[in-house]
C-alpha cells in the first residue's frame, strides 16, 4: 500500500514567514512522529503523537514550533517566524504501535530553506 | 537522554567486499537498536534491527550484532553491491519509548 506521504517536497520560504508541513501516515497507523534531519546529521526527534493527542512534545526546540492532528491521521507541523536555522529536512514517520515493536516507517521528508 | 555515536562517518568498499559499521550507546536502558539506510531525497528505511534478548540477527547479506556490557552494535553487510551504496544510520532506544536516538550517519560507496 502507499507510504506515509510528505508535502511539499521543497519548500523555500524567507526569514520570518509562516509555514506549514502536511504529512499523510500510512493509513491506520495510530503512531506518528515528527524528526528533522540537519545536513550530514542523523533525525532529532521533535513530538510524537498518539492518535489525536501530542503524547511528547519534548523535542520542539521552542514555541514558534507547532504540531496537530485534529482527526488522528493527517498532521500538520507549523513553524511560524522561521528563521534560517529551521532550515532542514523534516522527516514524518508512523508505525502501528509504540514501543518494542515500534517499527518506523519515514515519508520522503519537506526540504525546508529559509532565506 | 541516549546519546548515540556512530563510526566511521564514511566508507568507500570494493563491490564484493564487507563492510563494517560500529555504534556506541550511553544509556544502559535502551534495548532496541534498529538500522536505517537512506538513499539520497529519501526517507531512512529500515533494514535490520535487533533487541537485547539476542547478541546477533543475520538477514540474507546483512547481519547486527550487539554486546550490552560494551554498549556497542555493529552492522555488517557481506557481499557489498554498487546499490548499496548509501548513508547508514544506528539508531537507539529503550523498551516503550518512542524517540530514537540516531547517529551521525556513514556514507557508504561501494566502488565498481
Known amino acids: 500500500g502507499a507510504g506515509v506521504s510528505q508535502t511539499p517536497s521543497n519548500k523555500v520560504t524567507e526569514k520570518g514567514k509562516y509555514v506549514e508541513l502536511r504529512c499523510d501516515p500510512i493509513s491506520g497507523h495510530t503512531a506518528l512522529y515528527w524528526y528533522r534531519q540537519s545536513l550530514g546529521q542523523g533525525p532529532e526527534f521533535l513530538i510524537y503523537?498518539?492518535?489525536?493527542?501530542?503524547?511528547?512534545d519534548s523535542g520542539l526546540p521552542n514555541d514558534r514550533f507547532f504540531a496537530v492532528r485534529p482527526e488522528g491521521s493527517v498532521s500538520t507541523l507549523k513553524i511560524q517566524r522561521t528563521e534560517r536555522g529551521d532550515s532542514a529536512v523534516y522527516l514524518c514517520?508512523?508505525?502501528?504501535?509504540?514501543?518494542?515493536?515500534?517499527?518506523?516507517?519515514f515519508g520522503n521528508g519537506t526540504r525546508l530553506t529559509v532565506t | 537522554g541516549e546519546n548515540v555515536e556512530q563510526h566511521p562517518s564514511t566508507l568507500s568498499v570494493q563491490e564484493g567486499d564487507s563492510a563494517v559499521i560500529k555504534c556506541t550507546y550511553s544509556d544502559s536502558a535502551s534495548n532496541y537498536f534498529p538500522w536505517y539506510k537512506q538513499e539520497l531525497g529519501k526517507g531512512p528505511q529500515l533494514i535490520i534491527d535487533i533487541r537485547s534478548n539476542v547478541g546477533e540477527k543475520k538477514d540474507q547479506r546483512i547481519a547486527v550484532t550487539l554486546n550490552k556490557t560494551a554498549k556497542h552494535f555493529s552492522l555488517h553487510i557481506t557481499e557489498t553491491q554498487p546499490e548499496d551504496s548509501a548513508v547508514y544510520f544506528c539508531?537507539?532506544?529503550?523498551?516503550?519509548?518512542?524517540?530514537?536516538?540516531f547517529g551521525a550517519g556513514t556514507t557508504v560507496t561501494v566502488r565498481a
Open positions: 514517520a508512523s508505525s502501528s504501535n509504540t514501543g518494542f515493536e515500534m517499527g518506523l516507517h
Open positions: 503523537f498518539q492518535g489525536t493527542g501530542a503524547a511528547d
Open positions: 539508531a537507539a532506544t529503550a523498551s516503550g519509548d518512542y524517540k530514537l536516538s
